[in-house]
């Protein structure tokens, strides 16, 4: 990941990860906890990771007022589902959707942040989600392997 912020965000998500893991090994309801919260914040990082991506990719492209314009949408962007995420990138060029549609397609790439919003959202409603730290190690692989991809098409 080229992107500082976004390298940083996910450098600490691994880091908590990595402690979510060490510091509840034994106990199953400490490690739910830790599992809502990650979520939650692999949730953070697909909204914030794009937003970064793609600002930076339309300061790079465009005039001031424009970019000023397109950045104030960026931030009302929220709960990024794949078909939403699809739709965003398709703004920019059609191209770009269908090859990140055939990306997201494989490998689970597409349920995994499908399933890390829908968490998220059980979540904040207070609903019991059976997710765990290692389900959300999984879907965070999958989320920067996506984000990654997005990244190289705006360069």
Same mark, same amino acid.
């Given at each position: 990941? =080229? @992107? ?10 691994? +880091?908590?990860?990595? /402690?979510? %893991?060490?510091?509840? $090994? ?20 697909? =909204? @914030? ?10 300061? +790079?492209?465009?005039? /001031?007022? %424009?970019?000023?314009? $397109? ?43 499908? $399933? ?40």
């Amino acid at each position: 990941m =080229e @992107n500082f912020e976004v390298a940083k965000q996910i450098q600490r998500l691994h +880091s908590l990860i990595n /402690k979510a %893991i060490q510091a509840s $090994s034994d106990d199953i309801s400490l490690q739910g906890h830790w599992a809502r919260y990650l979520c939650v914040m692999v949730a953070g990082l697909i =909204e @914030n990771g794009l937003k970064e991506i793609i600002s930076e990719y339309i300061n +790079s492209k465009t005039h /001031k007022p %424009i970019a000023n314009y $397109s950045i104030s949408y960026l931030t009302k962007f929220q709960n990024p589902k794949a078909e939403k995420v699809m739709e965003l990138i398709g703004l920019f060029k059609a191209e770009w959707r269908h090859d990140l549609e055939a990306y997201l397609n494989n490998e689970g790439r597409k349920d995994a942040i499908d $399933s890390i919003m829908n968490n998220r959202n059980q979540i904040a409603h207070g609903k019991d989600v059976g997710i765990t730290v290692v389900s959300v190690k999984n879907y965070l692989d999958k989320v920067i392997s996506v984000l990654e991809f997005i990244e190289v098409k705006f360069k």
